[in-house]
Each structure stands twice: as C-alpha cells, then as structure tokens.
C-alpha cells in the first residue's frame, strides 16, 4: 500500500486576516485533506495551536460572535507592561480558546510549530518543545502592543518580523508537500494607493479606548487640541508600517524556498485590529482553497507517483 505525502501547513502572520486561516483550514479538511504538520506565524500559530489541539471550533465561534468592545478588553494601558495588551486577559483567551494552560507541544496529536523572533539577537526561534500558550503568545507578540515573552534567557516577540509565512518550519518537520497562506500579498503597493489613510481625528474605537484610560491616568498623555493638517492616525501608521516590511520579507523568504502551493486571500480591507471581518476573512480563506485545489490533488497525485 502506498504512504500517502505528509501534507504541511505553513499559517502566515496577518493579525486580523489571519481569521482566513479558519477557513482554508475548514476548507482543506472538507476535502479529505487534512494537515499533517502545521507551522505558524503570529496570527497563524494561535489558528494552527487551536486547530491542532481540537479547540477551532470554538475559536471560530468566538470570532464570529465577538463585537468590538470584545476585542478593545484586551487592551490596557499598565505601566508594568511594554504593550497594550493586558496580558492575564490574553493568557486566558488563549487557555479557552486555542489550547489548554499546562499543554506541551510534544503533547499534540501532530507535529507543530510557533514561530518567535529573538529580540536580543533578531533570531529565528522555533518552538521545539514547552508550553504551547506561552509560544503562541510569544509568535503573536506585536511590538508595541503586546509585551515580549520571557523564554530560556531570551525576550520572544512577534515571528512576523523574520519569517512571516514559515514553510522552511514545515519542511524541516518533514512534510512533503508544503500548502502556504501568505496574508500579506496584495496590502502592499496599488492596494494601499487605493485605500485611504484615516487621520488621528477619523480613527475610532481602540485609539478613543485607549485615550480614554490614558487620561485617567494623566491628563498630558494626549492633547485635545487637533491640528489643521492632521497626520495618519496611530493604528494606521503602525498597522501600514508592518504590511510594508512583512511584505518584503514574505517576498524574500518565499524566493528562496517557495511552497509547493501558495494560497493568498485579498485582505487589503481587512485592517490590522477589525476584528468584526472575520466572517469575511474565513469565506475568502475557504475560497482561496477552492481555486487551488487542483493543484493540491495533482501535486500529491505526482508524489504517490
């Protein structure tokens, strides 16, 4: 009897449009294609964790019920923090909705993989073993707004900043053929000519959250008085500011070792923090598979020769 490939996964960083990830996944597995390896970036590894431990179902519930005000409670302003993020909140998110608190990785039913970046030395760092809350938390650990993670002597924070869609994980983990979602294809270049930036005056919601609990605190953190000529916005700046370095270094990484198949939803409206279009994203990420899935059947087709 032939061995069927082993098919990896490689889930890639996207904050909000990572919820395309539910959908290819949901996809893939309706077809009889079910991963055998999955490695995650960011956004990618608290999907893929989720996924692997059984608990997608309700991640993807949670998401679509969720409001804004749902996600803006994952922010605070804490003076013993280097983010926004209030970090019990988060811890306890994930325990519910992706994988249990004291779960290892060598605990998984499959292979997987979160991927970090080493603040101290800009280092590539894989989850090879440990608790598996405390790498998703590390891979999705946006500088600026979640803190870092202590691990073994290092600060871990986002995986994005060095391997945004991480196929050399998955086949270092064995898998023969590598399906790719790459987030950040088209929020780059025309995308972002054709979409407007908002101003800080027209931002809303967690920006307005935020000021909001920074006054109680002091009253000097942000001026009232606006500017005639306003910049852009605070999310809009750091959200555009990610999109153009993980693009290049998405381009760059997929150059040299290019997955077997590349999956990559439009997002470009899907913005850094909205949340609320995860119905949208999950659709595209479910149409995405169905577009490629010749390809997926004719490449492991070719492999059980």
Known sequence: MQKSPKIGLALGSGASRGWSHVGVIDALVAE????????????????????????????????????????????????????????????????DFVVGADVEIDQLPKPFLAIATCLNTGQEVWSRGGNVASWVRASMSLPGLFPPVHHEDRWLVDGGLVNPVPVTACRA?????????????????????????PTAEEEEGLLRYLKQQAREVSSTWFTPKEKPESPPGLLSVVSNSINIFQDRITRSRLAGDPADVMISPRLRDVGLLEFGKAAEAIKTGEECVARVLPDIKSKIDSLRG
Request: glycine letters at 10%; hydrophobic letters at 45%; aromatic letters at 8%.
């Open 32 to 95: 009889g294609l079910e991963p055998d390896i999955i490695c995650g970036t960011s956004v990618g590894a608290m999907v893929g964790a989720s996924y692997v431990a059984g608990n997608m179902a309700k991640l993807k519930d949670w998401v679509l019920e969720s409001s804004r005000s749902d996600v803006y409670r994952f922010f605070d302003i804490q003076f013993s923090q280097s983010g926004f993020v209030d970090v019990d909140r988060l811890d306890q998110f994930i325990h």
């Open 173 to 197: 983990l064995g898998a023969d053929v590598v399906i790719a979602v790459n987030l950040n294809a088209d929020i780059v270049g025309k995308g972002m000519k054709n979409r407007p930036v």
